[in-house]
């Protein structure tokens, strides 16, 4: 037996994020959290210290999630109850954190969909593109060279699915199963936070 693969050692995966479609989508918190913590090491896969301020962004949006949750388990369930409830109290820092965390994980899940769909293209390129559809709008004009570093220190696409499974047919295939759940999650919390429900 080799060593596991990116996605064979995820301690959680996005397709194992329960979304409950009786509830208008609701997507369990502590799942959540756990697979966008295992997202969170693709960034050390992409090898560079560029990327630990992207990286330390997510988890930090994680940690205000998780606050809320502990402060008020029996709220926070799902993370649209979480939000919503936060919200009762004249408070958003979770909220806040949320909305920031989809956009990353948008970022994210975007660069990785436009490089698998134009196979001869570097990730930074991708990455570029993504960066240009979902964070560079809110970023300042002091965050923005900092996502630039990050992008123009991706690694080389060959190299970067090397790292990801040392069979390249089966490493696609899990990408687009894990991606898929992935993009399904944000499009529901993109929804989610477009409603007046989700503003303060």
Not at 8 to 31: G, R, W
Not at 73 to 85: D, G, H, K, R, W
Not at 114 to 138: C, D, I, M, Q
Request: aromatic share 10%; net charge neutral; hydrophobic share 40%.
């Amino acid at each position: 037996m080799g060593t596991p693969t990116f996605f064979q050692a995820l301690k959680k995966s996005f397709t194992d994020v329960p979304i409950d479609s009786s509830e208008d989508n609701a997507i369990i918190t502590t799942d959540f959290l756990e697979a966008t913590e295992s997202l969170c090491g693709l960034f050390d896969i992409m090898g560079s210290v560029a990327f630990t301020p992207v990286k330390n962004d997510m988890l930090g949006n994680v940690k205000k999630l998780r606050d809320r949750q502990l402060a008020s388990p029996a709220e926070s369930s799902t993370l649209q109850s979480l939000v919503i409830n936060e919200l009762k109290t004249k408070k958003h820092t979770a909220a806040e954190g949320l909305l920031w965390l989809t956009r990353g994980l948008d970022f994210t899940a975007q660069g990785l969909r436009h490089n698998l769909s134009h196979p001869s293209e570097e990730l930074s390129v991708s990455f570029r593109h993504a960066y240009g559809n979902t964070l560079k709008p809110y970023h300042s004009f002091l965050i923005k060279p900092i996502f630039a570093a990050a992008m123009s220190a991706t690694p080389y696409r060959k190299d970067f699915y090397a790292k990801l499974d040392d069979d390249p047919v089966q490493g696609k295939q899990e990408m687009e199963k894990w991606l898929g759940a992935l993009e399904e999650r944000v499009m529901i919390l993109k929804g989610f936070l477009g409603t007046k429900a989700a503003k303060w």
